[in-house]
């Protein structure tokens, strides 16, 4: 991989680059597809990146398809699936960190100690073999794309972070690969996700200004569905991801619930004045 990055690269070629876990649906092909837009060669990793799971958590089960994904990547155009083992990413002896402070002490950060490690991690190993010029992430992995844009800035790498929207369902929930996961009751129950970030957006618009209120009317709605359960609710500042009590600007509306065994997450970026 990093032979021909170097070889597209000398020859004047611009690399666009998304890294993703696999099991694509259409929210990663959004950024495979813009990924084509704008650069010579799109390049797709595929990599269940074992560092940003913690004990416990879904890495043996995540789903694979690296068939189905190769397919897809080639029908939107893309170029090049770099797909590594994790052997050769994470050798014997290895030692070496990335450790972006303060915004990952809140939001997933709170439930997933050392996901963000993992995340950072993985992401500047990708960036140094691939040596994109430009890179791009979901807004539906909100702390995620901010943790990788500070490391990027912190860290003086030269690569472009491209933040694509959310795509969703058509009733509105986020499209994840963990959505496989839910049953059909579950996935039916798991639109409250999406519900409660519009009941949000609905209060704001209505003049509600505190935060607390908001969170109550949301939990209400959470908790009338019978396989839910909420692992975080947050109303915070869209930079700093500080809670806030009273919202007079624009918010991070962001969510972490639990349907059944499956954690979901989902956010919105809100003021008083966003469309309902
Ligand atoms: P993952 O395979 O879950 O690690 O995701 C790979 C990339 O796809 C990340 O940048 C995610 O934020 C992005 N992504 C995942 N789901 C969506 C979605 N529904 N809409 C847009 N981007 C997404």
Known sequence: MSTRSKEWRSSGKR????????????????????????????????????????????????????????????????????????????????????????????????????????VATIVAKLFNIVKPNKAYFGQKDYQQLLVIKKMVEDLNMDVEVVGMPTIREADGLAMSSRNSYLSHSEREQAVCLFNSLQLANKLLAQGEIAAENIKKEIHRLIASRKDARIDYISLCHPHSLEELTSIDGEVLAALAVFIGKTRLIDNMLLSKSTPQ
């Not at 998304?18 to 010579?40: I, K, N, Q, W």
């Open 15 to 118: 690399i666009g680059f998304v890294p993703t876990m696999g099991f694509l649906h259409d929210g990663h092909m959004s950024l495979v597809r813009r990924a084509v837009e704008d650069c010579d060669i799109a390049v797709v990793s595929i990599f269940v990146n074992p560092a940003q799971f913690g004990k416990g958590e879904d890495f043996e089960k995540y789903p694979r398809d690296l068939t189905g994904d190769a397919n897809k990547i080639k029908g939107a155009g893309g170029h090049y699936i770099f797909a590594p083992k994790a052997g050769d990413l994470y050798p014997p002896f290895y030692y070496t960190y990335v450790n972006v402070e303060t915004i990952t002490d809140k939001l997933c950060g709170l439930s997933r100690p050392g996901h963000f490690r993992g």
